[in-house]
Nanobody
Framework: QVPLVESGGGLVQAGGSLRLSCAASGRTFSRYVMGWFRQAPGKEREFVAAISRSGGSTYYLDSVKGRFTISRDNAKNTVYLQMNSLKPEDTAVYYC?????????????????WGQGTQVTVSS
């Protein structure tokens, strides 16, 4: 297993920024593609962003392109999601997850281990 712990969520006004962190335990972090997902109340969990094992390539949900940036620090076993220009529709619980797949997996069942989630609330 790969225990994951998210942090950095909170309440922010529209137009503001937050930086989410996801810390992994163990020595296999760099073997995984890392992804961020989110789930708003009453909605299905959706893919937000993914980053390659080296951190050299990234992929985003269209609605967050240009506003969100995913990054990772393999020496610290941590993946980040910098969220700028936040909108009320970004309100959700945000989850990080690991994947053994290649490319940029975007489906829930392509990810193996999940964190407990961190709440992001954007007020208008």
């Amino acid at each position: 297993q790969v225990p994951l712990v998210e942090s950095g969520g909170g309440l922010v006004q529209a137009g503001g920024s937050l930086r989410l962190s996801c810390a992994a335990s163990g020595r296999t972090f760099s073997r995984y593609v890392m992804g961020w997902f989110r789930q708003a109340p009453g909605k299905e969990r959706e893919f937000v962003a993914a980053i390659s094992r080296s951190g050299g390539s990234t992929y985003y949900l269209d609605s967050v392109k240009g506003r969100f940036t995913i990054s990772r620090d393999n020496a610290k076993n941590t993946v980040y999601l910098q969220m700028n220009s936040l909108k009320p529709e970004d309100t959700a619980v945000y989850y990080c997850a690991t994947s053994n797949r290649y490319g940029f997996p975007k489906k829930l069942d392509e990810y193996d281990y999940w964190g407990q989630g961190t709440q992001v609330t954007v007020s208008s």
